[in-house]
C-alpha cells in the first residue's frame, strides 16, 4: 500500500525567506513522487517531480525537493518565498508500475507575509 | 490552448436532479482520470480510463457513471444528486497509466442544495 504524510497542514513565513514544505511517504515499491500547487479556486499544477533519476529535483518557480530514500521523504523547499508562492500545497505518490493512480498528501496551505 | 478543460466550472443543482461535467484533453493522452476534492480540500481518485477503458473504479456510488466516448474525452454523469456530492471534481489526464504525472483541469465547483 502507499501512502503521503504531510507533516504541516498549515506554514506561515514572510517574504523573502525560505520555505520549507515536508512530506513523509510509505510505499511498498518503487515510487513516483509529485508536488503539486493549487491557487485558490484554480486547478492543480505540477511543481516538480520524482521518477528515479536524480535525487535532488529542481521545478518551477524556484521550488526544488530533495528524494531521500533512508527517511522515506521528499521535501519541498525554496530560497526565498515570494508573495505569488501562497497556495495550497500537495505531496503525491504514484507506483512505477501502476495503474496511474495519484496518493494525495492531506495538503499544506502556505501563508506568506510581507 | 487550455490542456485539459472541464465545463461547467460551476454548477448548482437541487437534490434529486441529474447532471454532467463534461472534459477534454488535447494533449493526446492516453488516460484521463476524475478526482474529487472535498470540503477539507483532499483528493480523492473516483475513476480512470485508459483509451477508453475503464481501469480504476474506486469505491464509488453507482450514481456516478463515467463515460469515455473517445481517449480525449471523459464525461462525469451524476444521477440523484445528495447534499453530500457537493465537492470539487477534477479531471486530469496523463500520457501513460503507469507512474506519470497527471495534468488537471481547472475543476467544477458543484454545490447541491
Known amino acids: 500500500a502507499q501512502s503521503v504524510t504531510q507533516l504541516d497542514s498549515h506554514v506561515s513565513v514572510s517574504e523573502g525567506t525560505p520555505v520549507l514544505l515536508r512530506c513523509n511517504y510509505s510505499s511498498s515499491y518503487s515510487p513516483s513522487l509529485f508536488w503539486y500547487v493549487q491557487h485558490p479556486n484554480k486547478g492543480l499544477q505540477l511543481l516538480l517531480k520524482?521518477?528515479?533519476?536524480?535525487?535532488l529535483v529542481k521545478g518551477i518557480n524556484g521550488f526544488e525537493a530533495e528524494f531521500k530514500k533512508s527517511e522515506t521523504s521528499f521535501h519541498l523547499t525554496k530560497p526565498s518565498a515570494h508573495m505569488s508562492d501562497a497556495a495550497e500545497y500537495f505531496c503525491?505518490?504514484?507506483?512505477?508500475?501502476?495503474?496511474?493512480?495519484?496518493?494525495f498528501g492531506q495538503g499544506t496551505t502556505l501563508q506568506v507575509k510581507p | 490552448d487550455t490542456a485539459v478543460s472541464q465545463t461547467p466550472k460551476y454548477l448548482v443543482t437541487q437534490m434529486g436532479n441529474d447532471k454532467s461535467i463534461k472534459c477534454e484533453q488535447n494533449?493526446?493522452?492516453?488516460?484521463m482520470y476524475w478526482y474529487k476534492q472535498d470540503s477539507k480540500k483532499f483528493l480523492k481518485i473516483m475513476f480512470s480510463?485508459?483509451?477508453?477503458?475503464?481501469?480504476i473504479n474506486e469505491t464509488v456510488p453507482n450514481r456516478f457513471s463515467p463515460k469515455s466516448p473517445d481517449k480525449a474525452h471523459l464525461n462525469l454523469h451524476i444521477n440523484s444528486l445528495e447534499l453530500g456530492d457537493s465537492a470539487v471534481y477534477f479531471c486530469?489526464?496523463?500520457?501513460?497509466?503507469?507512474?506519470?504525472?497527471?495534468?488537471f483541469g481547472q475543476g467544477t465547483r458543484l454545490t447541491v442544495v
Open positions: 503525491v505518490v504514484t507506483r512505477s508500475s501502476n495503474t496511474g493512480k495519484l496518493i
Open positions: 520524482y521518477t528515479s533519476a536524480a535525487t
Open positions: 494533449l493526446g493522452h492516453d488516460t
Open positions: 480510463y485508459n483509451n477508453k477503458e475503464l481501469i
Open positions: 486530469a489526464s496523463s500520457q501513460f497509466h503507469t507512474g506519470t504525472e497527471a495534468f
